[in-house]
């Protein structure tokens, strides 16, 4: 999997992020807010084509994630 920037970061501090609450906004580059290990995650995406795609992803996966 290829991580951006922002998301290679966010995985530095991964640990930090298991006891909160977790909100993703934007244009979302890949698919690590899927695998962020959170108290609970939601995506706000921007785009349609974007929002079936991870809505695809969730149900392969079967992780709870809310998408707007």
Do not use: A
């Not at 951006?4 to 690590?32: A, C, H, M, P, W």
């Not at 939601?42 to 079936?52: A, D, R």
């Amino acid at each position: 999997m290829l991580l951006s920037k922002n998301s290679q970061i966010i995985l530095r501090y991964s640990k930090f992020f298991q006891t909160k609450k977790v909100f993703f906004s934007g244009n979302i580059q890949d698919e690590f807010p899927l695998y962020l290990h959170t108290i609970s995650t939601k995506i706000n995406l921007l785009k349609y084509n974007n929002y079936i795609y991870f809505k695809k992803k969730i149900l392969k996966i079967l992780v709870f994630i809310t998408i707007y």
